[in-house]
């Protein structure tokens, strides 16, 4: 037996005006997510406890399995790992941005979404004068992000932002946010590597070109988002599993990496409401020749919340539902779990608490009557209210791959 998750990031969502009070996927047409709540078994679910809205990389460790208030230690670690980059316990990691900078003010927080793998072997390995002994390492990853590693004794993630997030202002200097020498120390290092980096840029003729055709440099490297990556056992060491994930988005593949899953591509997958679903759906049935768990996540859904986009949102539903219905016609022997990482309300266009539809399709899976997939109608089904982190064990056993308590 094997099980493919598919989570919708944001997929769930309030009953809404423009929809005559249904939500996105009460209006949306849902041939196959219907079919699997139907075939199912269904409930909602708290993604952390009643009430509380997510982050996407907390979201996601919870469906994995593991408690993010003890496991989750910042999302920088989880970009870095994302990226492909191993990390160990004591290194720590953080997301950035290429920027610009105006007479010492932040003018474009992304230097005109400048491409920054042209810097890649240009910034490679830093060492810092004054901490000769801890490597750092800075990858250009995406558009305007990268990741910086830090690596060596004495680190720690507990270290404010350097990016303000916002044009107009300095960047910010880096605090330590407990009362540890680690955390002084690690603000230390990063505010000169703040310095180190923004003369570095200002030199490379890329970025004199640019200013010579009026377009905003890269010069300078604003820091945010410090981690440690979390403190979680991999599935495979749990359950004697072997996974894999398809996903686009860097803190998703993170999150999976640092559960052990293996990280895989789809062609025209793009992480953006364009993108091409039912080839994450052809990848995952390949993968299952190989892996007894997949893990599937599209994150259209949420982009379109937060841009308030309710047809978009729609569209990204019911590309989902295409996906489910590759799934449903090309697997045997497993199980398909449908849900989302956290509610989000287009009305706000942001993460809310509210719970989020499960349903739980396959071969001896106890179906209940619920005979569409909905916010509401999960919310009728025989798995009834459960939180995010009991979803993996609950899969797990259907696979038999739960060990007994007691004698
Ligand atoms: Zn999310
Ligand atoms: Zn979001």
């Known amino acids: 037996m094997k099980a493919v998750i598919v989570v919708g990031d944001g997929m769930a969502d309030r009953p809404l005006k423009e929809l005559d009070g249904r939500t996105p996927l009460e209006a949306a047409e849902t041939p196959n997510l219907d079919e699997v709540a139907r075939g199912g078994v269904c409930g909602i679910m708290d993604i952390l406890s009643p009430g509380r809205p997510p982050g996407s990389d907390v979201a996601n460790l919870a469906l994995l399995g593991y408690d993010p208030y003890r496991c989750y230690r910042g999302r920088g670690a989880l970009e870095a790992l994302g990226a492909g980059i191993e990390m160990g316990e004591g290194d720590v990691a953080l997301r950035g941005n290429f920027a610009t900078i105006r007479d010492g003010v932040i003018v474009d927080r992304r230097a005109g979404r400048i491409d920054g793998t042209i810097f890649t072997e240009y910034l490679g390995d830093v060492k810092l004068e004054d901490y000769p002994n801890v490597e750092i390492l800075v990858r250009p990853t995406l558009g305007h992000r990268l990741v910086v590693v830090l690596r060596g004794e004495g680190l720690s993630w507990r270290v404010s932002d350097i990016d303000p997030h916002r044009t107009g202002v300095p960047p910010l200097k880096a605090e330590p946010l407990d009362d540890s020498p680690e955390a002084e120390r690690t603000a230390?290092?990063?505010?000169?590597?703040?310095?180190?980096?923004?003369?570095?840029?200002?030199?490379?003729?890329?970025?004199?070109?640019?200013?010579?055709?009026?377009?905003?440099?890269?010069?300078?490297?604003?820091?945010?988002?410090?981690?440690?990556?979390?403190?979680?056992?991999?599935?495979?060491?749990?359950?004697?599993?072997?996974?894999?994930?398809?996903?686009?988005?860097?803190?998703?593949?993170?999150?999976?990496?640092?559960?052990?899953?293996?990280?895989?591509?789809?062609?025209?997958?793009?992480?953006?409401?364009?993108?091409?679903?039912?080839?994450?759906?052809?990848?995952?049935?390949?993968?299952?020749?190989?892996?007894?768990?997949?893990?599937?996540?599209?994150?259209?859904?949420?982009?379109?919340?937060?841009?308030?986009?309710?047809?978009?949102?729609?569209?990204?539903?019911?590309?989902?539902?295409?996906?489910?219905?590759?799934?449903?016609?090309?697997?045997?022997?497993?199980?398909?779990?449908?849900?989302?990482?956290?509610?989000?309300?287009?009305?706000?266009?942001?993460?809310?608490?509210?719970?989020?539809?499960?349903?739980?399709?396959?071969?001896?899976?106890?179906?209940?009557?619920?005979?569409?997939?909905?916010?509401?109608?999960?919310?009728?089904?025989?798995?009834?209210?459960?939180?995010?982190?009991?979803?993996?064990?609950?899969?797990?056993?259907?696979?038999?791959?739960?060990?007994?308590?007691?004698?």
């Open 188 to 407: 230390r290092i990063l505010n000169q590597l703040y310095e180190v980096l923004r003369g570095r840029m200002e030199r490379h003729p890329i970025n004199r070109e640019r200013v010579e055709k009026g377009l905003p440099p890269a010069n300078a490297i604003i820091l945010r988002g410090a981690g440690a990556p979390p403190k979680v056992k991999p599935l495979g060491e749990i359950y004697g599993v072997r996974g894999a994930c398809v996903a686009v988005t860097p803190t998703i593949r993170g999150a999976c990496a640092a559960a052990g899953l293996d990280l895989y591509d789809a062609p025209g997958a793009t992480g953006g409401v364009d993108t091409d679903a039912v080839s994450k759906g052809r990848v995952a049935v390949k993968l299952l020749e190989d892996y007894d768990l997949i893990y599937i996540h599209v994150k259209g859904t949420d982009n379109a919340t937060h841009d308030g986009d309710v047809e978009a949102k729609m569209m990204v539903i019911e590309k989902i539902d295409d996906m489910v219905g590759y799934l449903l016609d090309h697997v045997e022997e497993t199980y398909i779990a449908v849900t989302a990482d956290h509610t989000s309300s287009i009305r706000v266009r942001e993460h809310v608490g509210d719970p989020v539809p499960i349903a739980i399709w396959g071969p001896e899976v106890r179906a209940d009557d619920v005979d569409a997939y909905s916010e509401r109608l999960c919310a009728r089904g025989g798995l009834g209210r459960i939180r995010g982190i009991d979803l993996m064990p609950i899969l797990m056993n259907l696979l038999d791959r739960v060990e007994r308590f007691g004698a």
